[in-house]
């Protein structure tokens, strides 16, 4: 059946033809009656892509992705006689596909490690609906963007769709300088940007509204944990999310790259920590206790990046991260104010690892959130000069590193694609290949 490859299901459809191969190691096909779940026709797809020729890999691809965020069950859709292609990214072609797995409801197997513990909106409903009450403690979204870098929407509409959901905060990550591809603002833009929040927020005050903006930043880091703003802009911020963009891809362990972005004083939270990305990038592997305890003994935060394509933290680490006793912070990484609603992707998987609302910096009140930060800021506020008599922070860096240069085409181990920036547009922002 071509590739020489371990997987449990081939179906081509050829004509009116479908060919099935069930190989012997995953065993033989359920009954009809247990129904594939949005997750297994996910994982479906992805395996379909890897063996399709392009152009249709590619709308496998797309259509597994999509899979994540269907409001219904495929399974239910075809019980009822309804057309799959309602499904976001089915059309004709692969609503055969998908009606012809339905039908035979193969045996599907564990995911591989690129693919492996996300959930399905279908999965996240069900979870939270155990427990109605338990999301409504949530005060805000702790990560998201603007026009200002690869976001589609304003602050103001950022805001204003905060404050539709209740939330007494929004905090506004724009990225910073280094991450040039996602159009990362300087120390300059980020004082501008502050006169705009500032601006919103008197805006939200005179129309009597709870919410107000959070000045913040998703600064780069490079891969020994440096930041790549100077620190006498980040620490006039309201929080600072510290993420990973460059050398993501390494096999060895990456404990000591996280230790020393959280022990760097402008840090508050630790974004996406892994970095991966669904069906895309498996992300870093470390000691994960070993950070997990550091974050806590520094009372600072690891975050849920609730953005569908990430769900970083997943589960297993999330519970790892509870028994260290670290605290959590929830974002969804929206570019775009439509895309808030992904908060339901973190607080289903803190629900899931039994995370207490207590440690989850999305449960507390504004005045109690930004006490937090000044703490951590104050009791890492440790001054040193050098021998130049220069005052500098230990950890920081105001030079950008090379790793954060483009070099003849080339951009953090990756190459750089003319259009890279104007597809994050249309697609809110998201430019899954390097971010």
């Known amino acids: 059946m071509g590739r020489n490859r371990s997987h449990a299901l081939r179906i081509f459809w050829l004509g009116l033809d479908m060919e099935v191969g069930i190989e012997t190691s995953w065993g033989t096909m359920s009954a009809p009656e247990d ?19 392009p152009p249709l890999n590619r709308a496998y691809r797309r259509a597994s992705r999509k899979a994540l965020l269907w409001e219904e069950e495929a399974s239910c859709l075809y019980r009822e006689g309804l057309s799959l292609t309602e499904l976001p990214g089915v059309g004709p072609y692969l609503e055969k596909i998908i009606r012809g797995w339905i039908e035979v409801s193969p045996i599907v197997g564990c995911p591989p490690a690129i693919r492996e513990n996300f959930l399905t909106l279908t999965q996240v409903r069900s979870i939270l609906g155990g427990r109605p009450l338990w999301s409504q403690g949530v005060k805000g979204d702790l990560q998201m963007h603007s026009v200002w870098s690869d976001g589609s929407s304003s602050i103001q509409e950022m805001a204003e769709a905060g404050d539709v959901r209740g939330y007494e905060y929004i905090a506004i990550t724009d990225h910073s300088k280094g991450l040039k591809i996602a159009g990362g603002i300087d120390e300059k833009q980020l004082v501008r940007q502050a006169n705009e929040i ?15 903006v959070l000045r913040s930043i998703e600064v780069n880091l490079s891969p020994d944990g440096q930041v790549d703003m100077d620190f006498a802009s980040l620490a006039k911020l309201d929080i600072v999310l510290g993420c990973f963009h460059s050398a993501l891809r390494k096999k060895e362990d990456q404990t000591e790259r996280y230790v020393a972005a959280l022990r760097n004083r402008a840090i508050h939270i630790l974004g996406h920590p892994r970095g991966r990305i669904y069906n895309f990038r498996a992300g870093l592997s470390a000691d994960w206790a070993k950070v997990f305890a550091v974050a806590a003994e520094l009372d600072k935060a690891v975050e849920i990046d609730s953005y569908p394509d990430r769900q970083d933290l997943s589960l297993g680490l999330l519970k790892l991260a509870r028994r260290a006793g670290c605290r959590i912070s929830i974002g969804t990484d929206a570019h775009g104010a439509s895309q808030l609603r992904f908060i339901e992707f973190g607080l289903a998987c803190a629900l899931r690892a039994k995370i207490d609302p207590g440690r989850i910096l999305n449960f507390m009140g504004r005045k109690e959130l930004l006490n937090w930060a000044t703490n951590v800021k104050e009791s890492d506020r440790i001054v040193s000069t050098d021998s130049a008599g220069i005052q500098s922070l230990s950890g920081f860096c105001t030079v950008i590193p090379d790793a954060f240069r483009v070099k003849d085409g080339i951009y953090g181990g990756g190459v750089l694609q003319p259009s890279s920036r104007q597809s994050c547009a249309r697609s809110e922002g998201k430019c899954y290949d390097r971010c």
Do not use: H, K, M, W
């Not at 500032?198 to 107000?212: D, G």
């Open 35 to 53: 129904p594939l779940t949005n997750s297994q026709i996910a994982e479906l797809l992805a395996i379909a892509g890897d063996d399709a020729e």
């Open 198 to 212: 500032a601006t919103v927020n008197e805006s939200l005050r005179r129309a009597n509204r709870t919410i107000r």
